[in-house]
């Protein structure tokens, strides 16, 4: 079960992913820039590209 400090953090690490997409970045460089697992960073990105219509809460639900 995912507490809600995790779940915050979840939904603030969405957030800056979603922004860095905007701006054109890479996983690779969101993850360097954010030094967080590239492999998460990867699955958060997936899910944005995947569901553009989403918000970060929705986002939060498909990885938790």
Sequence with gaps: ???SSDLG???K???LVQRKI???DTVDKIAD??????EIIEK?????RKYP???EKEIC???I
């Excluded at 820039?33 to 590239?38: A, T």
């Excluded at 958060?44 to 944005?48: D, E, R």
């Design 1 to 3: 079960d995912v507490c």
């Design 9 to 11: 953090e979840l939904l």
């Design 13 to 15: 690490l969405v957030t």
């Design 22 to 24: 905007e701006k054109g």
């Design 33 to 38: 820039d954010l030094l967080e697992d590239q």
């Design 44 to 48: 958060i990105y997936n899910l944005i």
């Design 53 to 55: 219509d989403k918000d």
């Design 61 to 63: 639900n498909f990885l």
